[in-house]
């Protein structure tokens, strides 16, 4: 399975974040019902992150999908598969076992 990526809107297409950036980025989780289980946008606050070495979900962390796919200012839809995401255990009380996530994704800054 694995994660599919849907722009919105398009960013510069030569700026991309390379394993062990750190990149800041806003988003919007749903699960497969529409509901939203976390944002940075409702904290008002981008969330930053080490990209590529394991500490964010797999969908979000692997060339050539997930977030190294989006080039600076890009805004995009991933959608992740629970292989991809939290898979069997989810991620209690918030995410059941076997979830689909998408997020909406806007890569604001590669440090």
């Known amino acids: 399975m694995g994660v599919t990526v849907r722009v919105i809107t398009a960013g510069d297409k030569k700026t991309y974040p390379r394993?062990?950036?750190?990149?800041?980025?806003?988003?919007?989780?749903?699960?497969?019902?529409?509901?939203?289980?976390?944002?940075?946008?409702?904290?008002?606050?981008?969330?930053?992150?080490e990209i590529g070495v394991g500490k964010v979900i797999k969908?979000?962390?692997?060339?050539?999908?997930?977030?190294?796919?989006?080039?600076?200012?890009?805004?995009?839809?991933?959608?992740?598969?629970?292989?991809y995401a939290y898979g069997s255990r989810g991620f209690p009380p918030v995410i059941p076992p076997d979830s689909t996530l998408h997020f909406e994704v806007e890569l604001l800054k590669i440090n």
């Open 19 to 49: 394993k062990g950036d750190v990149v800041t980025i806003h988003y919007v989780g749903r699960l497969e019902d529409g509901s939203t289980f976390d944002s940075s946008l409702d904290r008002g606050e981008p969330f930053r992150t």
């Open 59 to 83: 969908g979000w962390d692997e060339a050539p999908s997930g977030v190294p796919q989006l080039s600076l200012g890009e805004k995009a839809i991933l959608t992740a598969t629970p292989d």
